[in-house]
């Protein structure tokens, strides 16, 4: 603000009015563009991202997405999983048979090893070198079918379900990233 | 405008360069302004916003989406901005010098008018542009987010790391302080009341 000659004016009031001009005059000051070429200019300097960073972030989106689902899926899963007829065996040549809910040891098969039957009836043909646990299963053993060990039969509760449904998940999911990995 | 700023960030996080170049394209002449007005140097100015962005870039994936984005990257400007001044020895007034409780006493001394400076004006702003070179950096931070970038004072606290009550009072110094700068220039007259201007 530039005076008029002779004109007197109270000091606060002064301060007021030019306080208020600076604060419009700092808004009205001109848009200072930035040059031209500066995008350009600077795309040609960045430093691009590796493939690694790029990798881990993606990892890290799909790790947090994967841990969504499996927090909201794995309850349902786990109760369909503990229903389904499953077999384990510490023999990992046996040749054992699963049709339906119904597990056979073929005749002449020999099972060098522990056998798990999950929801299933098991019918032993062959032979079985070991203990066989059963789980909400039952055993036919039909000749010349034996069973060289013990039989034990696994409690057949929802904690036992929910224990071999979260096994299994395990199984699952573990293939899955060693699928994903490769 | 906030929405469409985190699409860009989240695309650019994944390596979109397309995505990036978008967001500088919307913040460049922003961030060179207030970087020009800082520096008062055209040549700084594009060097530093340059900076700015590669660090941007650089950081993206640090950069929480919850977060604004815009006093996140002001902060960045300012942030460089300082350190640049304080390495080329171009701050005319040390922030340690000026606490917050003194009182007033770095205000400069009003003088008489002086016609032939204040014709050298020729209008408000570029006496307004060329006094914000001389007014404190911690003071022109200030005004510049405030009144030319139009930011909220809980904008400038994040931009500044100030509590927002902080951020009111260095506004008001800092808005006493320009006038000061512009009264010792000429351009207005002192603080002294009642007196018969113009003679």
Known sequence: ???????????????????????????????????????????SRLPLPSRRQVRLYKWRTAGAIAAMLLLLGSPLYVLTESARPAIESTDPNAQIELKGSTVIVPAGEVVHGDLRVYNARLRVQGRIEGTVYLAASDLKIEPPGEVVGQVRVLPHSWLARLRFGLVQMGLEVRSYVRGALR | ?????????????????????????????????????????????????????????????????????????????????????????????????????????WQLESQAPLPDKVAEFKDLQSAIEAALNEVPLMYRTVL??????????????????????????????????????????????????????GQ
């Open chain 1, 1 to 43: 603000m530039v005076p008029k000659e002779g004109q007197t004016l109270d000091s606060d009031l002064r301060c007021k009015v030019e306080i208020e001009q600076l604060e419009d005059g700092l808004s009205a000051l001109p848009d200072v563009p930035a040059p031209a070429g500066f995008t350009a200019a600077l795309l």
């Open chain 2, 1 to 105: 405008m906030d929405l469409v700023v985190a699409r860009l960030i989240q695309r650019a996080k994944l390596g979109e360069v397309n995505a990036f170049a978008e967001l500088v394209h919307a913040y460049k002449d922003k961030i060179y302004a207030f970087l020009y007005r800082m520096t008062g140097d055209r040549e700084d100015a594009n060097d530093l916003a340059q900076e700015v962005f590669i660090r941007v870039y650089s950081n993206l994936h640090h950069f929480d989406n919850n977060m604004r984005f815009s006093p996140w990257i002001y902060r960045i400007a300012q942030n460089l901005a300082i350190d640049f001044l304080r390495k080329q020895r171009k701050i005319i007034y040390l922030d340690e010098q000026l606490g917050e409780d003194n009182d007033m006493s």
């Open chain 2, 144 to 197: 510049l987010l405030r009144f030319v970038h139009d930011m909220s004072y809980e904008d400038i606290a994040k931009v500044t790391e100030l509590p927002v009550t902080t951020v009111k009072t260095r506004l008001h110094r800092a808005r006493e302080n320009l006038r000061q700068v512009l009264v010792k220039k000429g351009y207005y007259y002192g603080s002294q009341g009642g007196t018969n201007v």
